[in-house]
């Protein structure tokens, strides 16, 4: 699997946007880009996933550079409940989804 | 809530002894997967089912076991337990064998004592 890398940290103003980067310079060409968050303890959720074109959804947009050495997971009106820890993961479409390799994520505080 | 049901939610338990852990998946997924995450780490992958069958293998230790059942529910047995256990333990499903995105359950959050 190829490796990601994100910052450790971030903080965010309430209603302003959060960018979250990711970088999988290594990344193939079979590979998508998947974000997950993890809110204090709970389950991790699904966020978005894509393979080189922008995606976008009810919770997110997804962009990912031509390259696609790196993305940016965008959450367009950060509230206090989206503080969580949130991961980057890559993965071949065509192999089990179990060994995902979830890394230790960056942790985003929503500051009111 | 992802549809994903694990029980119970909180275990104690004292060294050395076993423990089940249970997962209901979302209706209609094959797939079930098991992680561990102790205290300020990682996710770490251990186990994957799919409709019954072993079908992949992360960092599990031998004293712990799975398995899933026909009615596609999964078991995770921890035996022998030591302090290093503790952690809180994930259960994932996804529709289908490949890297489909997965729904986690709550988890069930286990302190060996």
């Known amino acids: 699997d190829a490796k990601t890398t994100q910052p450790p940290s971030m903080d965010c103003a309430e209603g302003r946007a959060a960018n979250l980067p990711c970088n999988h310079s290594?990344?193939?060409?079979?590979?998508?880009v998947y974000w997950y968050r993890q809110i204090h303890s709970q389950g991790p959720q699904y966020i978005i996933h894509g393979l080189k074109n922008n995606e976008t959804n009810e919770m997110a947009s997804l962009i990912i550079t031509e390259d696609r050495k790196s993305s940016t997971l965008i959450l367009p009106h950060a509230t206090l409940r989206d503080t969580a820890v949130y991961y980057c993961i890559v993965r071949p479409m065509n192999t089990n989804a179990g060994k995902s390799t979830f890394g230790d994520g960056t942790t985003l505080t929503v500051k009111p | 809530d992802s549809g994903v049901t694990q029980t119970p939610k909180h275990l104690i338990t004292a060294t050395g002894q076993r423990v089940t852990l249970r997962c209901s998946p979302r209706s209609g997924d094959l797939s079930v997967y098991w992680y561990q995450q102790s205290l300020d780490q990682g996710l770490q992958f251990l186990i994957q089912y799919y409709n019954g069958e072993e079908r992949a293998k992360g960092n599990i230790l031998e004293r712990f076991s799975a398995q899933q059942f026909p009615d596609l529910h999964s078991e995770l047995n921890l035996s022998s337990l030591e302090l290093g256990d503790s952690a809180l333990y994930f259960c994932a499903s996804s529709p289908v064998g490949g890297s489909e995105k997965l729904f986690f359950g709550s988890g069930t959050q286990l302190s060996v004592l």
């Open positions: 290594t990344i193939s060409g079979n590979e998508y």
